[in-house]
């Protein structure tokens, strides 16, 4: 450096020196420039200042925010779902109202409302600036409309905002999924400096929240000319807000439709996923959320009620609940089985309705036992001594491995609020959690999910279409593109692939056959799912809640609705080339084929439209329970 | 390392730094006017004293660093620069329709400031290393006006018109200063002129264009478009001679004035303090700028010479702009008034600028920076 510099200086010092002559003729730019400025100050404000100051004080022009269109939201079809129409709404600018109390007790006795109402809504706001508008009533009803705006002569300071809100084609359709709107409160004013107004709305659950910045536009500006009463005159001038992003998902509107109805009052979730893609085509969590109680602030009444509500409508189930996965876990067993050279496609053991380990019976859901049996039956009809013998070979440790890389014990990473992760027990994880050493008991419960074993139906979604795609682990993911206000696509879909799953294919497709065998074969657990057009493979799975020795003799209806057992149904089809996955879960459900079959037939049903499903017969239906298994 | 020596605190610029006091003393106390009612949480005037803070510690950090070192680094901060802009193309924040923001938690660092700062680094150091004697030929400026090109293409795409354009003030100042031949300037108007028109048709936004249209609105209709301008104009006008007094502006605490502690500060302290005011607060702008040049006519070396110039006139253009444009001269652009307006990257930019100043100031007996 040194180098460059001192050649530069000795070359050409002479350089140096006209260089700096020229910083004479930069002074003079500087100080034409300068003379510019003061000539122009003084025109401003010394040859027209008295015309200015008189125009400052007649200065009426005032500046109002107009919101963007929120965007829309519409399903994978383009078909909307959520989009806006006019809220009109009410606001007092107090700056413009010489008497406030008189003008409110006329307003309250027009809007029919008490007027300690509208004096509560000013008081929450008398900290502001007093031009700041104050919103008195939001959502008026045409014929109050009609009313304040013959009436707004009498009102000075009233305003009626016209705000595009929310319009839900399908109440409380997807309701845990899209969330809601409502008023921007103080912490979230002061969180986001300078972007949003008092009065307006932002989401606050849900896709409204999450995709926020990218619905909301970007606000325009009206400016108005009033007059010394504060009415307004005429409009100066309209910079045109700019529209949000529509949100198009990847959910089938009627699929999603018919998950929610499939699960009707019950608690429990359902979700369908597109295996080779992992574009999520419905999710439900039923019971759902009921929107229009929380638009506009949801009161300590209804939430304390939602919060005690034994059916838990607050969680979104399908990606927040967590359930012991019960026999669904099976095939995460037998891939470790498989993959660790445990069994074979043609290894067998033998249930005579329990096994014994250290001085304990753990049991097999039928009493009497199923005889000899391979892995393509022991997945056909859920045999848990069969399980029991391949996870107690394989080990806890290994099994978390294969479990993991099938995704469970972690969140799916799907792009909604809160996801749970589960749990995939380890020693390690014992050790960690609890500071106990792991006991061989234990790896007898995980091994037909139970025991520490938590797993969310998203996950188990994911699971299933992981084990019949090949093994290739895809994210699953909501939306299909968001597309900015001209149409064009801001960001469309692309599937992210998470990891793959251990073991080979082959072992994979033993086990797509053992759950084809469980939907076709006569004594599979879920024949519920059969279908003479099309090849459908499932696993039931009945988790056990708690192990409750008082209940166990009891009939199953008289059992406290807390203390039943989960039901799971997993499926997938058509088998030879499947398409889709389908969890479904039914807290409390009892069985897995009767609890949670049923939905998962009528997406079925749903999804291959023409598709003819075996009938069942009452009482027909092989169905697994659980025995009292769980090591606790 | 900073070996001490005497002469460094002897060549130290004391009348630049007392000048600075006085310009952020002014800054301060007109912001507090602007921004001390009606702002949840921290107020602007506190915040902007924290950047204060921030910006006098960088400065202290420019000042022991010899600014001979930079010529060494430019390219490594250039490229910086250009990562940092690309990065708030993908990632930023968008605000009225430009990604401008990085959220460094801290801070919301817009990196189009920095690339005003290290335009200049990079073409001193360019023209440094060429020799400029008998000025340069058209092909000659290619690679300079490359140089500008990257990183203003990514800042109009942004869209930041006003950074864009002090690019390009900053480049056209170093150059003509640089010297160019006669015949190269007949070229380059020949050939710029014709694409004036066609710039305004397709570079410029919608809404860049009627900002344009708005200034050249008959003055006469004072209800007519152009809110911004309009308003300013008479928050101007109206403080006459000696202005409303202090905290007494109608329009701005009336909230006539949009954008009053950003962008339109200047407007605020016309309002308030009125033409004599106004002019006060000019004589010690200009000259902080006059003794940016000043320091341009003490430096040693060639690179220091063009270092303080380029500063100098990246200062000297920013605050022209914004005046021009508060005052209804030029159309409304983003462009802060230097270490007047509120915003943290802006004045970390400017002081990091006056930093530089004050070390080639303060270097000029020394020679060789290690």
């Known amino acids: 450096m040194r180098q460059l510099i001192s050649r530069a200086d000795q070359i050409n010092e002479a350089e140096l020196l006209t260089l700096k002559k020229r910083l004479k003729w930069a002074s003079i730019v500087l100080l034409a420039f300068a003379i510019i400025l003061v000539t122009r100050l003084w025109f401003l404000q010394i040859l027209k200042g008295k015309e200015y100051f008189e125009l400052s004080e007649n200065n009426r022009i005032r500046l109002h925010w107009l919101n963007a269109p929120r965007g829309m939201i519409a399903d994978r079809q383009g078909r909307p779902l959520i989009a806006n129409r006019p809220y009109f709404n009410v606001t007092l600018a107090r700056e413009d109202a010489p008497n406030p109390a008189d003008l409110l007790n006329r307003l309250a006795t027009i809007l029919e409302v008490d007027v300690n109402e509208l004096l509560g809504r000013i008081r929450e706001g008398e900290d502001y600036p007093r031009y700041v508008p104050i919103l008195l009533k939001q959502d008026l009803d045409w014929k109050k409309l009609v009313a304040i705006e013959n009436h707004l002569y009498d009102l000075p300071g009233i305003r009626i905002d016209v705000l595009p809100s929310r319009e839900y084609f399908y109440e409380n359709l997807g309701s845990h999924l899209f969330g809601y709107l409502g008023q921007i409160n103080e912490k979230e004013l002061a969180d986001n400096e300078g972007e949003y107004q008092r009065n307006d709305q932002l989401g606050k659950l849900g896709l409204e929240r999450i995709y926020e910045e990218q619905l909301r536009g970007e606000p325009g500006r009206r400016y108005l000319e009033v007059d010394a009463q504060g009415f307004e005159q005429r409009e100066v001038s309209v910079q045109q807000p700019l529209p949000g992003s529509d949100l198009k998902l990847t959910i089938d509107r009627d699929l999603q439709d018919v998950a929610e109805d499939a699960l009707g009052s019950v608690a429990g979730a359902a979700v369908v996923m597109e295996v080779a893609t992992g574009r ?40 927040q609940g967590q359930y012991p996965p019960g026999s669904t876990y099976k095939m995460v067993v037998a891939l470790a089985g498989l993959s660790e050279g445990v069994i074979n496609a043609d290894t067998t053991f033998f249930c005579n309705g329990a096994m014994k380990f250290k001085d304990r019976d753990y049991h097999c859901w ?66 960690r959690r609890f500071n106990q050493p792991w006991h061989e008991g234990e790896t007898m419960s995980i091994s037909i999910g139970q025991g520490y074993d938590l797993a969310t139906p998203l996950q188990i979604c994911q699971m299933t279409s992981t084990l019949v795609n090949g093994g290739i682990r895809y994210r699953p993911q909501i939306i299909e593109a968001i597309m900015d206000a001209d149409g064009k696509v801001a960001k469309g879909f692309e599937p992210i692939v998470d990891g793959q799953a251990l073991g080979k294919a082959h072992s994979l497709n033993l086990i797509r056959a053992g759950m084809v065998a469980a ?11 059969r279908s003479s057009t099309i090849l459908v493979g499932a696993k039931t799975g009945t988790a056990q809640v708690v192990k409750v020795e008082q209940y166990k003799h009891l009939k199953e209806k008289d059992i406290p609705y807390k203390y039943r057992d989960h039901a799971w149904f997993t499926c997938f089809a058509p088998a030879e080339k499947p398409e889709i996955a389908i969890t479904v879960l039914v807290e409390h459900g009892l069985h897995g084929a009767t609890g949670a079959g049923p939905v998962a037939r009528r997406l079925l049903k749903e999804y291959f439209k023409g598709i003819r499903l075996t009938k069942q017969k009452e009482g027909e239906v092989e169905d697994e329970g659980v025995e009292d298994n769980v090591a606790l | 390392m900073l070996r001490f020596d005497r002469r460094l605190f002897l060549h130290f610029d004391w009348a630049l730094l007392v000048t600075l006091l006085a310009v952020v003393g002014i800054s301060l106390m007109n912001l507090y006017s602007a921004s001390h009612v009606g702002y949840l949480g921290t107020p602007p005037y506190v915040k902007q004293i924290y950047y204060y803070l921030a910006g006098g510690m960088l400065m202290l950090a420019i000042i022991s660093f010899d600014y001979r070192r930079l010529l060494k680094l430019n390219y490594l901060i250039y490229g910086g620069v250009v990562v940092l802009l690309i990065a708030a193309m993908l990632f930023g924040k968008t605000t009225m329709g430009a990604q401008r923001w990085i959220n460094l938690g801290f801070i919301k660092l817009q990196p189009s400031e920095l690339a005003k700062l290290s335009m200049v680094i990079t073409l001193a150091s360019y023209y440094c290393r060429k020799d400029t004697g008998k000025g340069f030929r058209l092909l000659e400026l290619i690679p300079p006006a490359a140089l500008l090109l990257v990183p203003f293409a990514l800042i109009v795409e942004q869209p930041d018109l006003g950074t864009a354009l ?24 020949m050939l710029i002129v014709p694409l004036v028109p066609l710039a305004w048709k397709h570079g410029l936004k919608p809404y860049q264009r009627q900002r344009v249209t708005t200034l050249f609105a008959p003055e006469n209709d004072p209800l007519g478009a152009g809110y911004h301008i309009m308003q300013s104009k008479i928050a101007v006008g109206s403080g006459q001679t000696f202005g409303k007094g202090y905290l007494a502006g109608t329009q701005v605490h009336l909230d006539f004035l949009p954008e009053r502690h950003t962008d339109f500060a200047f407007s605020v302290l016309a ?16 000259f902080l700028v006059f003794l940016g040049l000043n320091v341009a006519g003490a430096a040693r070396d060639k690179f220091g010479v063009l270092l303080a110039f380029g500063v100098t006139s990246l200062l000297f253009w920013q605050a022209f702009v914004n005046m021009a444009m508060v005052l209804g001269l030029l159309p409304v652009v983003g462009m802060p008034l230097p270490l007047f307006s509120y915003g943290g990257s802006s004045l970390l930019t400017n002081l990091a600028g006056i930093g530089i100043l004050l070390s080639v100031r303060m270097r000029r007996f020394s020679r060789g920076g290690e």
């Open chain 1, 519 to 529: 939907v076709n074969t006569p004594h599979g657990t879920a024949g519920i799912a």
């Open chain 2, 166 to 189: 002090m690019l390009v003030f900053v480049f056209v100042s170093m150059t003509l200063f640089v010297k160019l031949r006669i015949g190269t300037v007949i070229i380059l108007l």
């Open chain 2, 271 to 286: 309002e308030e303090w009125g033409f004599a005011g106004a002019v006060f607060f000019l004589c010690w702008y200009f």
């Open chain 1, 280 to 319: 999520i085509l419905a999710i439900a969590s039923s019971p759902p959320l009921e929107l229009n109680k929380f638009v506009g602030g949801i009161s300590r009444k209804n939430w304390d009620a939602m919060q005690a509500d034994e059916l838990k409508p607050l969680t979104n189930k399908a990606t």
């Open chain 1, 366 to 431: 039928k009493k009497h036992g199923h005889g000899t049996v391979s892995l393509e039956r022991a997945l056909a009809e859920s045999c848990d001594v069969f399980f029991y013998s391949v996870g107690m070979r394989v080990g806890v440790d290994k099994l978390a491995q294969y479990a993991k890389s099938l995704g469970l014990g972690q969140p799916t990473g799907i792009n909604l609020e809160h996801e749970k992760g589960g749990v995939v027990p380890s020693s390690d994880w014992k050790k």
